[in-house]
């Protein structure tokens, strides 16, 4: 599985953080989940929290279901 990256956050003065991917916004999180957010960044790689705070991260199966059967649509 690749690792996340290009991941950034801003903290603001009123306590929210802002979740940014390439420059974009991907999440703010304002009050607990903003402490949780970074006790948890200061704890682990910053990267991977981010990508899984943002829900943009891979599981690495999406090309298999994408070609099975069941998901094959109007294809």
Partial sequence: ??????????????????????GRKA????GDRAREFLDEVENGDAQLVMARWTGDYRR???RTARNHPRNAGGR
Avoid: K, P, Q, W
């Avoid at 996340?4 to 956050?9: E, L, V």
């Avoid at 929210?16 to 991917?21: A, K, N, Y």
């Avoid at 999440?27 to 304002?30: D, I, P, T």
């Fill in 1 to 22: 599985m690749g690792t996340a990256n290009g991941f950034t956050y801003d903290e603001h003065a009123d306590g929210s953080v802002t979740i940014l991917h390439h």
């Fill in 27 to 30: 999440a703010v999180l304002r």
């Fill in 60 to 62: 690495g199966n999406e």
